[in-house]
């Protein structure tokens, strides 16, 4: 990693620094190294979630340890908040993914041509799916403290639910300039929404429960928050009858 961050810091995203980023990428993939934040489910999650996902949290650690740096907090100044974080982030995550040939400059139409048009909208994602495919392509706005986190939850996501891990595609920003991450995810086919009783059963055996704040639909675990867990984010599946979670909030517990 600290090669990655050297390489960073004194060339940008030039074609050696992108190689070095995919040479550490596929070693990640092939089982040859892992980051040390997640443990051996977490790190499948990250794996399922693709080589550019990987990619771009190396970007955003990179971008807050920097900013870490710079800001030289043993002289007794603030650290970074998560506004500048988040900033800093994606402004490096853009210039790495324009390098590789990720950035969707015009991502609605793009996607709307070649997937599909849009089914759905909510606060968090535009979703696409044309009749017959076995994916739908979400565009996926960060309504975490930081990108890194926002990116970070899609590992969690698939590792608590890896009946539909997303995938990560690529990047853009939408016609407000808020950055959105692309991703796919399997298509479910829905029978009916998930009650009340069945979401607690299924987030029971992960190993969540209640958090008690009055909503419902937000848990505690060892780990992580699981959160925004009502009926329109957990279907029943048509094929197994099973609860199904297509989205929610899930992040790790920091002190």
Request: hydrophobic share 35%; proline share 3%; glycine share 8%.
């Amino acid at each position: 990693m600290e090669m990655i961050y050297s390489a960073i810091s004194s060339e940008g995203f030039s074609e050696r620094t992108i190689e070095i980023i995919n040479n550490y990428t596929k070693q990640i993939v092939d089982g040859k190294t892992n980051l040390t934040q997640f443990n051996q489910k977490e790190h499948a999650g990250l794996c399922c979630a693709g080589e550019v996902l990987i990619g771009a949290y190396i970007v955003c650690n990179y971008a807050q340890s920097s900013l870490a740096t710079s800001t030289d907090v043993g002289a007794g100044k603030a650290s970074p908040t998560n506004w500048q974080i988040d900033e800093e982030q994606e402004k490096l995550v853009e210039q790495w993914a324009n390098a590789k040939g990720l950035w969707f400059a015009d991502a609605q139409a793009d996607i709307e041509s070649e997937y599909g048009p849009m089914i759905a909208q909510g606060a968090e994602s535009m979703v696409y799916y044309k009749d017959g495919d076995t994916s739908v392509v979400k565009i996926r706005t960060s309504i975490y403290a930081t990108l890194g986190r926002a990116i970070e939850s899609i590992v969690l996501h698939n590792a608590l639910f890896p009946e539909t891990p997303m995938t990560v595609i690529g990047f853009t920003r939408d016609s407000d300039g808020l950055f959105r991450t692309i991703c796919t995810q399997p298509y479910i086919s829905c029978k009916r929404l998930a009650t009340k009783l069945e979401i607690d059963q299924m987030v029971a055996e992960k190993g969540f429960y209640d958090n008690n704040d009055g909503k419902g639909v937000n848990y505690i675990g060892n780990r992580m928050h699981l959160e925004d867990m009502h009926p329109a984010n957990v279907f029943i599946d048509t094929i197994s009858e099973a609860p199904i979670c297509i989205d929610c909030i899930v992040k790790f517990i920091r002190k």
